[in-house]
């Protein structure tokens, strides 16, 4: 099929259009002889054209994004396929696919003090906060529960696990210690099983690993502690009462808990976690180091040279990728730990103008995460385009300390000004 030019070039390319999604697949196999000038919107013309005349309806606000050999078409053909340097002489397959809206703004919530991390579950936000406690809200801003206990900022949250009736959560501390609790859902009933001691400094981070049967934890002493999350243990079974803790239920007793395994290795502090599968842990922080960790045997696997200090990292769970980001010129840097050579970058993508504090890759898209800054901006990324990011989202009035993407539908951010900043996203199921 020949498109005709009608601007002054006349080089014609000859595509193939390939669907990723087979609603809107168009002339499967068949070549179209292309002008070089197009770009997205003139294949997405294009694209909407074939569909109509093969009796395919779709909306008119429908649509597509455009990609050569996994890269996204940003140029005009002749552009892409020169800065590229591929060849012309033979047929230039293109693959397209829906084009996600940009995320809508949700909501603020407004709290007193910094917000140090969230974590999304469902509907529910979990926050740790710079007044010591960790608190639960739901997308639309009404407050649940609020998890009191620490003696400095909670620097680090996660869910454990949760079910229509009963939640289970940890929080990681300035004062040194983790926290495990239990959440009757949707009322404001908390309760501290356990004290988790055995750093000496802050625990700035922590994660919790698949089976949901460990967490792991990092410090400013260096170290990396792992600990059972296990509530059914007896008071008994691991120390004697050490403490009483006062909350709304009246005096309920904490138990003393101490890690199962101590990794040592780094040489400055730590302050990102992630445990994306049973046997990895991955780790950075301070010495310009990511580690990456044999979970089941406590052995230090291999290191990736960053020469910058690491502040965040993310895992893609779909292409074993490793994001950083970095205390620099605001360049998040992404790794392939399988290559001999790890301190080769993949790919580097560059926007935010100032320190890149926290990463989040989509659990549902092998393509897309979500970074915030500094600069007080979130950003959402495809790397199959590093020229600039998909959208930026406004709204924070000051650094941006933490952002979770832990629900495809939602992307929440936590910062300096206090704010909790959600998002909704439209989630596209392909066929």
């Given at each position: 099929?020949?498109?005709?030019?009608?601007?002054?070039?006349?080089?014609?390319?000859?595509?193939?259009?390939?669907?990723l999604d087979k609603r809107f697949d168009v002339s499967p196999g068949n070549l179209l002889s292309l002008p070089s000038r197009f770009g997205s919107d003139e294949l997405n013309q294009t694209v909407h054209s074939l569909l109509s005349?093969?009796?395919?309806?779709?909306?008119?606000n429908v649509n597509f994004e455009f990609a050569i050999n996994n890269e996204l078409l940003r140029d005009a053909l002749e552009e892409h396929v020169a800065a590229k340097n591929l060849s012309t002489e033979s047929v230039i397959e293109v693959t397209y696919f829906q084009k996600e809206s940009p995320p809508d703004f949700l909501n603020t919530i407004l709290h007193n003090d910094w917000i140090k991390s969230v974590k999304t579950s469902g509907d529910y936000i979990l926050a740790g906060s710079l007044d010591g406690t960790a608190r639960i809200w739901n997308v639309a801003g009404e407050e649940y529960a609020v998890f009191k206990g620490h003696e400095s900022y909670v620097n680090g949250v996660?869910?454990?696990?949760?079910?229509?009736?009963?939640?289970?959560?940890?929080?990681?501390?300035?004062?040194?210690?983790?926290?495990?609790?239990?959440?009757?859902?949707?009322?404001?009933?908390?309760?501290?099983?356990?004290?988790?001691?055995?750093?000496?400094?802050?625990?700035?981070?922590?994660?919790?690993?698949q089976s949901k049967t460990k967490i792991c934890s990092v410090s400013s002493d260096k170290t990396i502690k792992?600990?059972?999350?296990?509530?059914?243990?007896?008071?008994?079974?691991?120390?004697?009462?050490?403490?009483?803790?006062?909350?709304?239920?009246?005096?309920?007793?904490?138990?003393?808990?101490?890690?199962?395994?101590?990794?040592?290795?780094?040489?400055?502090r730590i302050d990102a976690v992630v445990w994306p599968r049973e046997e990895k842990i991955i780790t950075a922080g301070w010495d310009h180091r990511i580690k990456i960790w044999d979970a089941e045997i406590g052995v230090n696997k291999f290191d990736i040279n960053v020469n910058k200090v690491v502040k965040g990292i993310t895992y893609s769970p779909f292409e074993d990728l490793i994001a950083a980001g970095s205390f620099d010129e605001g360049i998040i840097r992404l790794y392939d730990p399988r290559v001999v050579d790890r301190t080769v970058l993949k790919l580097a993508l560059k926007s935010h103008k100032n320190v890149v504090s926290s990463?989040?890759?989509?659990?549902?898209?092998?393509?897309?995460?979500?970074?915030g800054s500094f600069d007080n901006a979130v950003k959402l990324w495809d790397t199959r385009s590093n020229l600039a990011p998909l959208y930026s989202m406004e709204g924070h009035e000051d650094k941006v300390l933490t952002v979770?993407?832990?629900?495809?539908?939602?992307?929440?951010?936590?910062?300096?000004?206090?704010?909790?900043?959600?998002?909704?996203?439209?989630?596209?199921?392909?066929?």
């Open positions: 099929m020949n498109f005709t030019d009608n601007k002054n070039s006349s080089k014609q390319f000859q595509i193939r259009l390939v669907s005349a093969n009796d395919i309806q779709i909306a008119a996660e869910w454990i696990s949760k079910d229509t009736k009963q939640a289970t959560i940890v929080t990681a501390s300035q004062d040194s210690t983790l926290r495990l609790w239990e959440w009757a859902v949707g009322s404001k009933s908390t309760e501290c099983k356990y004290e988790c001691k055995g750093h000496v400094q802050a625990v700035n981070a922590v994660a919790v690993n792992i600990w059972s999350s296990d509530f059914s243990q007896k008071d008994e079974d691991i120390q004697p009462i050490h403490k009483k803790m006062k909350t709304n239920q009246g005096l309920q007793k904490a138990v003393d808990k101490f890690p199962d395994i101590t990794l040592s290795g780094h040489t400055d990463l989040c890759w989509s659990t549902t898209n092998q393509y897309q995460l979500v970074s979770d993407w832990s629900e495809p539908q939602y992307i929440v951010s936590g910062g300096a000004d206090s704010r909790i900043q959600i998002y909704k996203r439209d989630v596209i199921q392909q066929s």
